[in-house]
């Protein structure tokens, strides 16, 4: 599965971005990672099949992950951006059931090549 990111750039101190994600086929769990300069990478929300969703709890609110499954499309609407949110953000998929896709720990198997996210403050 290729999956390609877009719609990352520069917004100031609580300005908004959507990211988009599209997979070269549909595949059932899907999620936004991201990771900042000197930091791990980190699962930070997840959609299921049955479009079920789950936020690392320190985001929740602010972010929103939705999917297109007409168009094998995935989006993760961020909103209220602060400085620290600024990093690499990377779109995530694996082909496991709804079941197993209800958790920021999820391994992903595939991976795009991410998309720079900068805040400035």
């Known amino acids: 599965v290729q999956l390609v990111e877009s719609g990352g750039g520069s917004v100031p101190r609580e300005g908004s971005l959507r990211l988009a994600c599209t997979a070269s086929?549909?595949?059932?769990?899907m999620g936004w990672a991201r990771q900042a300069p000197g930091k791990e990478r980190e699962v930070v929300a997840v959609?299921?099949?049955?479009?079920?969703?789950t936020y690392v709890y320190s985001l929740k609110g602010r972010f929103t992950v939705s999917r297109d499954d007409a168009r094998n499309s995935l989006y993760l609407q961020m909103n209220s951006l602060f400085p620290e949110d600024t990093a690499m953000y990377y779109c995530?998929?694996?082909?496991?059931?709804?079941?197993?896709?209800?958790?920021?720990?999820?391994?992903?198997?595939?991976w795009g090549q991410g998309t720079q996210v900068t805040v400035s403050s």
């Open positions: 995530a998929a694996d082909d496991r059931a709804a079941l197993l896709c209800n958790s920021v720990n999820v391994a992903f198997d595939y």
């Open positions: 086929r549909y595949i059932k769990c």
């Open positions: 959609i299921n099949s049955l479009g079920e969703t």
